[in-house]
């Protein structure tokens, strides 16, 4: 089974966020930080970074397990009422980096290829890095957004 490691890149992300210093914090949840990501290729993308440092869902404890699931769904369906796409991918993969963590990632039709899987298209370039500034009335929506489902759901 793969480690935790040890200099691990969403542990220092989360440590910013602790810190205030992450642009693309949308909110603390029981269970996770929930985040903008670093290329915003497709409008939305999100992450859930998990508190727990552990490389893999059934490392959880089973209610912990539970409970960071919902947070997912809950992140999930944030980002779909905010950005309203044609389809949302949910993901966990965790191969580069064994941290617990999913990926949001809303997909459009109007994508060159909209059926194909993201990680076969993805090409991160300056323009479509996450900028706090632009991204602010994004951030703000999914603040709102995020806390009005967890009043209502929790």
Known sequence: ???????????????????????????????????????????????????????????????????????????????????????MNVESLGNAVPHLHFHLFPRYLTEVEPTKPVWVQTSPTEETALDAQSAGELLALLREEIERLQRERI
């Open 1 to 87: 089974m793969a480690q935790h490691p040890t200099n691990c890149e969403i542990c220092a992300r989360i440590q910013d966020i602790k810190q205030g210093a992450h642009s693309g914090f949308i909110a603390q949840l029981p269970t996770g930080f929930f985040v903008l990501g670093d290329s915003q290729q497709w409008h939305g993308y999100a992450l859930l970074l998990c508190k727990t440092p552990v490389p893999d869902l059934e490392e959880l404890p089973w209610q912990m397990r539970l409970d960071f699931l919902r947070d997912v769904a809950l992140c999930s369906e944030a980002v779909a009422n905010v950005v309203r796409p044609h389809k």
